[in-house]
Protein backbone atom coordinates (compact mmCIF):
# COMPACT_ATOMS: atom_id res chain seq x y z
CA UNK A 1 0.00 0.00 0.00
CA UNK A 2 1.92 3.26 -1.00
CA UNK A 3 2.41 6.04 0.93
CA UNK A 4 2.26 9.47 -0.28
CA UNK A 5 3.18 12.80 1.30
CA UNK A 6 1.41 15.85 2.05
CA UNK A 7 3.26 18.61 3.38
CA UNK A 8 1.62 21.99 4.11
CA UNK A 9 4.16 24.88 4.07
CA UNK A 10 3.24 27.56 5.71
CA UNK A 11 6.14 28.38 7.80
CA UNK A 12 9.74 27.43 8.31
CA UNK A 13 9.67 24.29 10.17
CA UNK A 14 7.64 22.60 7.20
CA UNK A 15 10.74 22.54 5.33
CA UNK A 16 12.70 20.11 6.67
CA UNK A 17 9.39 17.93 6.70
CA UNK A 18 9.38 18.37 3.07
CA UNK A 19 13.50 17.23 2.89
CA UNK A 20 12.18 14.17 5.21
CA UNK A 21 9.50 13.35 3.02
CA UNK A 22 11.72 13.22 0.21
CA UNK A 23 14.13 10.76 2.17
CA UNK A 24 11.63 8.36 3.53
CA UNK A 25 9.88 8.53 -0.55
CA UNK A 26 13.76 7.40 -1.82
CA UNK A 27 13.59 4.83 0.39
CA UNK A 28 10.46 3.23 -0.94
CA UNK A 29 11.98 3.62 -4.41
CA UNK A 30 15.01 2.01 -3.35
CA UNK A 31 16.95 4.92 -4.64
CA UNK A 32 20.88 5.42 -3.93
CA UNK A 33 22.34 7.95 -2.22
CA UNK A 34 23.48 10.33 -4.64
CA UNK A 35 19.49 10.46 -5.79
CA UNK A 36 18.09 10.29 -2.11
CA UNK A 37 20.40 13.67 -1.90
CA UNK A 38 18.56 15.69 -4.81
CA UNK A 39 15.16 14.71 -4.08
CA UNK A 40 15.88 16.14 -0.62
CA UNK A 41 17.96 19.00 -1.98
CA UNK A 42 14.85 19.54 -4.81
CA UNK A 43 11.88 19.09 -1.85
CA UNK A 44 14.14 21.61 0.17
CA UNK A 45 14.64 23.98 -2.38
CA UNK A 46 10.63 23.84 -3.76
CA UNK A 47 9.39 24.12 -0.34
CA UNK A 48 11.49 27.12 0.37
CA UNK A 49 10.54 29.02 -2.72
CA UNK A 50 7.07 28.19 -2.16
CA UNK A 51 7.14 30.07 1.54
CA UNK A 52 9.78 33.07 0.10
CA UNK A 53 7.98 33.82 -2.53
CA UNK A 54 4.12 32.53 -2.96
CA UNK A 55 3.07 32.49 1.11
CA UNK A 56 2.98 29.11 1.25
CA UNK A 57 1.61 26.15 -0.66
CA UNK A 58 1.90 22.53 -0.37
CA UNK A 59 4.25 20.23 -1.45
CA UNK A 60 3.06 16.50 -2.62
CA UNK A 61 5.69 13.80 -2.54
CA UNK A 62 4.84 10.21 -4.57
CA UNK A 63 6.60 7.14 -5.69
CA UNK A 64 5.08 6.65 -9.02
CA UNK A 65 6.09 5.19 -12.48
CA UNK A 66 7.78 7.21 -15.19
CA UNK A 67 5.46 9.61 -17.92
CA UNK A 68 7.42 7.05 -20.49
CA UNK A 69 7.69 3.47 -20.36
CA UNK A 70 10.30 1.15 -21.82
CA UNK A 71 9.43 -1.70 -23.69
CA UNK A 72 10.26 -5.14 -22.33
CA UNK A 73 10.88 -4.62 -18.86
CA UNK A 74 8.74 -3.33 -15.68
CA UNK A 75 9.22 0.54 -15.11
CA UNK A 76 11.12 1.27 -12.24
CA UNK A 77 9.65 3.58 -9.42
CA UNK A 78 10.25 7.68 -9.63
CA UNK A 79 10.44 9.93 -6.66
CA UNK A 80 7.86 12.94 -7.99
CA UNK A 81 8.09 15.91 -5.91
CA UNK A 82 5.07 18.79 -6.76
CA UNK A 83 5.17 22.00 -5.68
CA UNK A 84 1.46 23.91 -5.85
CA UNK A 85 1.09 27.21 -4.83
CA UNK A 86 -2.00 30.06 -5.30
CA UNK A 87 0.38 32.99 -5.06
CA UNK A 88 1.12 35.58 -7.49
CA UNK A 89 2.52 33.37 -9.80
CA UNK A 90 5.81 34.02 -12.09
CA UNK A 91 6.16 36.74 -14.52
CA UNK A 92 9.06 35.04 -16.65
CA UNK A 93 9.74 31.43 -15.96
CA UNK A 94 12.83 31.20 -18.25
CA UNK A 95 14.83 33.94 -15.50
CA UNK A 96 13.19 31.98 -12.69
CA UNK A 97 14.96 28.97 -13.94
CA UNK A 98 18.49 30.96 -14.56
CA UNK A 99 20.52 29.15 -12.12
CA UNK A 100 20.24 31.24 -8.61
CA UNK A 101 17.28 33.44 -9.37
CA UNK A 102 16.08 34.49 -6.40
CA UNK A 103 16.83 31.79 -3.92
CA UNK A 104 17.97 34.33 -0.93
CA UNK A 105 17.86 32.98 2.37
CA UNK A 106 17.88 29.50 0.95
CA UNK A 107 20.17 26.96 0.10
CA UNK A 108 21.14 28.39 -2.83
CA UNK A 109 20.58 25.95 -5.38
CA UNK A 110 17.52 28.14 -7.17
CA UNK A 111 15.29 26.62 -9.46
CA UNK A 112 17.77 26.00 -12.31
CA UNK A 113 20.20 23.74 -10.45
CA UNK A 114 16.96 21.91 -9.39
CA UNK A 115 16.01 21.58 -13.23
CA UNK A 116 19.51 20.22 -13.92
CA UNK A 117 20.31 17.59 -11.24
CA UNK A 118 16.53 16.26 -11.22
CA UNK A 119 16.08 13.45 -13.88
CA UNK A 120 13.06 15.54 -14.82
CA UNK A 121 11.86 19.30 -13.95
CA UNK A 122 9.51 21.74 -15.14
CA UNK A 123 7.66 24.94 -13.93
CA UNK A 124 4.14 26.20 -14.96
CA UNK A 125 3.25 29.50 -13.75
CA UNK A 126 0.17 31.83 -14.30
CA UNK A 127 0.67 35.27 -12.92
CA UNK A 128 -2.37 35.75 -10.69
CA UNK A 129 -3.38 32.00 -10.15
CA UNK A 130 -0.16 30.24 -9.02
CA UNK A 131 2.51 28.04 -10.03
CA UNK A 132 3.14 24.22 -10.02
CA UNK A 133 6.81 22.90 -9.95
CA UNK A 134 7.53 19.50 -10.81
CA UNK A 135 10.83 17.34 -10.51
CA UNK A 136 10.94 13.51 -10.95
CA UNK A 137 13.98 11.73 -9.15
CA UNK A 138 14.76 7.85 -10.05
CA UNK A 139 17.63 5.42 -11.75
CA UNK A 140 17.85 6.15 -15.45
CA UNK A 141 14.86 8.00 -15.87
CA UNK A 142 13.77 8.54 -19.12
CA UNK A 143 12.99 11.89 -20.21
CA UNK A 144 9.66 13.65 -21.40
CA UNK A 145 10.01 14.55 -24.69
CA UNK A 146 12.73 11.71 -25.55
CA UNK A 147 12.46 11.31 -29.29
CA UNK A 148 10.52 8.02 -30.39
CA UNK A 149 14.25 6.38 -31.31
CA UNK A 150 15.11 6.17 -27.86
CA UNK A 151 15.73 3.15 -26.47
CA UNK A 152 12.85 0.93 -25.41
CA UNK A 153 10.86 4.16 -24.51
CA UNK A 154 7.11 4.09 -25.21
CA UNK A 155 6.37 5.81 -28.72
CA UNK A 156 3.32 8.07 -29.02
CA UNK A 157 2.11 8.54 -25.07
CA UNK A 158 3.14 9.56 -21.98
CA UNK A 159 1.23 9.42 -18.48
CA UNK A 160 1.22 11.27 -15.16
CA UNK A 161 -1.13 12.41 -12.07
CA UNK A 162 -0.83 13.54 -8.77
CA UNK A 163 -2.63 11.90 -5.58
CA UNK A 164 -3.93 14.07 -2.39
CA UNK A 165 -4.92 12.08 0.53
CA UNK A 166 -7.63 13.40 2.58
CA UNK A 167 -7.25 15.70 5.86
CA UNK A 168 -3.34 15.07 5.51
CA UNK A 169 -3.63 11.06 5.86
CA UNK A 170 -0.56 9.07 5.45
CA UNK A 171 -2.27 7.21 2.77
CA UNK A 172 -4.82 8.05 0.03
CA UNK A 173 -7.74 6.03 -1.21
CA UNK A 174 -7.07 6.60 -4.59
CA UNK A 175 -4.58 5.25 -6.86
CA UNK A 176 -3.52 5.54 -10.49
CA UNK A 177 -1.41 3.32 -12.81
CA UNK A 178 -0.47 2.57 -16.21
CA UNK A 179 0.85 -0.51 -18.02
CA UNK A 180 2.15 -1.50 -21.84
CA UNK A 181 1.58 -4.84 -23.37
CA UNK A 182 2.49 -4.38 -27.02
CA UNK A 183 0.85 -1.79 -28.76
CA UNK A 184 -2.11 -1.62 -26.35
CA UNK A 185 -1.23 1.31 -23.55
CA UNK A 186 -3.45 1.35 -20.57
CA UNK A 187 -4.27 4.24 -18.22
CA UNK A 188 -6.43 3.22 -14.68
CA UNK A 189 -7.44 5.19 -11.73
CA UNK A 190 -9.11 3.61 -8.93
CA UNK A 191 -11.15 5.55 -5.88
CA UNK A 192 -11.44 3.39 -2.94
CA UNK A 193 -14.50 3.43 -0.91
CA UNK A 194 -14.42 6.43 1.61
CA UNK A 195 -11.01 7.04 2.54
CA UNK A 196 -7.99 5.93 5.00
CA UNK A 197 -5.79 2.45 4.74
CA UNK A 198 -8.80 0.64 4.04
CA UNK A 199 -9.97 2.49 1.32
CA UNK A 200 -6.33 2.55 0.31
CA UNK A 201 -5.78 -1.14 0.19
CA UNK A 202 -8.96 -1.50 -1.84
CA UNK A 203 -7.24 1.18 -4.65
CA UNK A 204 -3.70 -0.52 -4.34
CA UNK A 205 -4.89 -3.98 -4.97
CA UNK A 206 -6.98 -2.25 -8.44
CA UNK A 207 -3.18 -1.36 -9.54
CA UNK A 208 -1.54 -4.32 -8.72
CA UNK A 209 -4.71 -6.21 -10.97
CA UNK A 210 -4.38 -3.92 -13.68
CA UNK A 211 -0.33 -5.10 -14.17
CA UNK A 212 -1.81 -8.91 -14.72
CA UNK A 213 -4.25 -7.89 -17.42
CA UNK A 214 -2.32 -5.33 -19.48
CA UNK A 215 -2.82 -6.24 -22.73
CA UNK A 216 -6.93 -6.77 -21.80
CA UNK A 217 -9.81 -4.60 -23.46
CA UNK A 218 -11.34 -2.20 -20.75
CA UNK A 219 -14.72 -4.38 -19.77
CA UNK A 220 -12.63 -7.35 -19.73
CA UNK A 221 -9.79 -5.81 -17.27
CA UNK A 222 -12.88 -4.55 -15.16
CA UNK A 223 -13.99 -8.20 -15.01
CA UNK A 224 -10.51 -9.37 -13.92
CA UNK A 225 -10.03 -6.13 -11.30
CA UNK A 226 -13.45 -6.68 -10.02
CA UNK A 227 -12.57 -10.36 -8.70
CA UNK A 228 -9.10 -9.16 -7.53
CA UNK A 229 -11.36 -6.40 -5.41
CA UNK A 230 -13.52 -9.36 -3.93
CA UNK A 231 -13.02 -8.88 -0.02
CA UNK A 232 -11.75 -4.63 0.14
CA UNK A 233 -14.34 -1.96 0.90
CA UNK A 234 -14.41 -1.82 -3.03
CA UNK A 235 -13.49 1.08 -5.67
CA UNK A 236 -14.70 3.39 -8.38
CA UNK A 237 -12.55 2.32 -11.21
CA UNK A 238 -12.36 4.28 -14.53
CA UNK A 239 -9.94 2.12 -17.52
CA UNK A 240 -8.81 3.88 -20.59
CA UNK A 241 -6.56 1.79 -23.32
CA UNK A 242 -4.76 3.84 -26.37
CA UNK A 243 -3.95 1.23 -29.18
CA UNK A 244 -1.10 2.91 -30.39
CA UNK A 245 -1.28 1.19 -34.05
CA UNK A 246 -5.02 1.47 -34.63
CA UNK A 247 -4.40 5.29 -33.39
CA UNK A 248 -7.96 4.03 -30.72
CA UNK A 249 -9.04 4.99 -27.96
CA UNK A 250 -11.56 2.53 -25.20
CA UNK A 251 -12.76 3.62 -22.48
CA UNK A 252 -15.05 1.53 -19.94
CA UNK A 253 -15.49 2.72 -15.85
CA UNK A 254 -17.69 1.44 -13.12
CA UNK A 255 -18.62 4.56 -10.51
CA UNK A 256 -17.79 8.40 -10.18
CA UNK A 257 -14.04 8.47 -11.72
CA UNK A 258 -14.35 11.43 -14.35
CA UNK A 259 -13.05 10.97 -17.47
CA UNK A 260 -12.99 13.80 -19.86
CA UNK A 261 -11.15 13.33 -23.53
CA UNK A 262 -10.24 16.50 -25.50
CA UNK A 263 -9.31 16.55 -28.76
CA UNK A 264 -8.62 19.23 -31.28
CA UNK A 265 -9.42 21.89 -28.29
CA UNK A 266 -12.86 20.32 -27.51
CA UNK A 267 -13.79 18.34 -24.53
CA UNK A 268 -16.10 15.20 -24.42
CA UNK A 269 -17.00 13.26 -20.91
CA UNK A 270 -16.75 9.27 -21.76
CA UNK A 271 -19.47 7.65 -19.01
CA UNK A 272 -19.36 4.57 -16.08
CA UNK A 273 -21.22 2.83 -15.51
CA UNK A 274 -23.44 2.39 -11.68
CA UNK A 275 -21.74 0.04 -9.67
CA UNK A 276 -18.55 -0.31 -7.17
CA UNK A 277 -15.86 -3.21 -8.67
CA UNK A 278 -15.31 -5.74 -6.44
CA UNK A 279 -19.08 -5.29 -4.76
CA UNK A 280 -21.47 -4.69 -7.40
CA UNK A 281 -20.13 -5.21 -10.81
CA UNK A 282 -23.27 -4.12 -13.57
CA UNK A 283 -23.28 -7.53 -15.81
CA UNK A 284 -23.08 -5.91 -18.80
CA UNK A 285 -20.06 -3.47 -19.25
CA UNK A 286 -20.13 -0.45 -22.13
CA UNK A 287 -16.94 0.76 -23.82
CA UNK A 288 -16.49 4.12 -25.47
CA UNK A 289 -14.66 4.15 -28.70
CA UNK A 290 -12.57 7.37 -30.00
CA UNK A 291 -10.09 8.53 -31.92
CA UNK A 292 -6.77 9.33 -30.85
CA UNK A 293 -4.20 11.38 -32.46
CA UNK A 294 -1.34 13.98 -31.76
CA UNK A 295 -3.60 16.49 -30.13
CA UNK A 296 -5.34 14.29 -27.63
CA UNK A 297 -5.68 14.47 -24.02
CA UNK A 298 -7.16 12.40 -21.59
CA UNK A 299 -8.01 13.28 -17.95
CA UNK A 300 -9.50 10.70 -15.27
CA UNK A 301 -10.15 12.02 -11.82
CA UNK A 302 -11.55 11.32 -8.88
CA UNK A 303 -14.76 12.86 -7.02
CA UNK A 304 -12.31 14.93 -4.93
CA UNK A 305 -12.73 17.33 -7.62
CA UNK A 306 -16.04 19.27 -7.64
CA UNK A 307 -19.03 17.56 -8.99
CA UNK A 308 -19.40 20.18 -11.45
CA UNK A 309 -15.46 20.71 -12.46
CA UNK A 310 -14.57 21.69 -16.23
CA UNK A 311 -11.98 21.63 -17.37
CA UNK A 312 -10.45 25.26 -18.92
CA UNK A 313 -9.81 25.24 -22.45
CA UNK A 314 -6.01 25.79 -21.72
CA UNK A 315 -5.78 22.71 -19.88
CA UNK A 316 -6.01 21.09 -23.55
CA UNK A 317 -2.20 21.12 -23.96
CA UNK A 318 -0.60 17.66 -24.89
CA UNK A 319 2.78 19.52 -24.67
CA UNK A 320 2.77 19.66 -21.34
CA UNK A 321 4.02 16.98 -19.09
CA UNK A 322 1.15 15.19 -18.07
CA UNK A 323 1.61 15.28 -14.14
CA UNK A 324 2.17 19.10 -14.41
CA UNK A 325 -1.64 19.37 -16.21
CA UNK A 326 -2.65 16.90 -12.95
CA UNK A 327 -1.36 19.05 -10.25
CA UNK A 328 -2.79 22.43 -11.89
CA UNK A 329 -5.96 20.99 -12.45
CA UNK A 330 -6.03 20.24 -8.69
CA UNK A 331 -4.40 23.64 -7.94
CA UNK A 332 -7.36 25.00 -9.40
CA UNK A 333 -10.27 23.07 -8.75
CA UNK A 334 -9.77 24.18 -5.22
CA UNK A 335 -8.39 26.62 -2.99
CA UNK A 336 -7.04 27.27 0.52
CA UNK A 337 -10.93 28.52 1.25
CA UNK A 338 -12.50 25.76 -0.65
CA UNK A 339 -10.02 22.65 0.30
CA UNK A 340 -10.61 19.06 -1.22
CA UNK A 341 -13.34 17.38 -0.09
CA UNK A 342 -11.49 14.19 -0.56
CA UNK A 343 -9.26 12.02 -1.32
CA UNK A 344 -8.19 13.47 -4.81
CA UNK A 345 -5.97 11.60 -7.71
CA UNK A 346 -6.02 13.22 -10.81
CA UNK A 347 -4.18 10.80 -13.91
CA UNK A 348 -3.42 12.30 -17.34
CA UNK A 349 -2.73 10.60 -20.60
CA UNK A 350 -1.17 12.71 -23.81
CA UNK A 351 0.03 12.19 -27.12
CA UNK A 352 3.92 12.59 -26.82
CA UNK A 353 5.24 15.80 -29.12
CA UNK A 354 8.98 14.44 -29.83
CA UNK A 355 6.88 12.02 -32.13
CA UNK A 356 4.93 14.34 -34.25
Known sequence: MPRVWEVPVHDSTRVRDARVAAEHAAATASLDEPRTAVAALVATELATNLLKHAGGGRVLI?????????????????????????????????????????????????????????????????????????????????????????PGLTAGVRAGGVNVPFGGAEY???????????????????????????????????????????????AEALRRLDGALRGTRGAAVAVAQVDLRAGRLRFAGIGNVGARLCAAGVWRPLVSRPGIVGV???????????????DHLLILHSDGLPSR????????????????????????????????????AVAVLTSNPSDR
Request: glycine share 12%; charged share 20%; with cysteine.
Open 280 to 294: HRPGTLREDEAVWGD
Open 309 to 344: WTPPPETCRPSVDPAVTAAVTVRDASSPARPVRDDT
Open 62 to 150: DVVAPPVLAAGRDADPVVQIAAIDHGPGIADVSEALRDGFSTAGSLGAGLGTCRRIAGHFELHSVPGRGTVALARVGAALPRTGAGPDA
Open 172 to 218: SGDAWAWVRSGDRVTLMLADGLGHGPEAALASTAAADALRASAGLPP
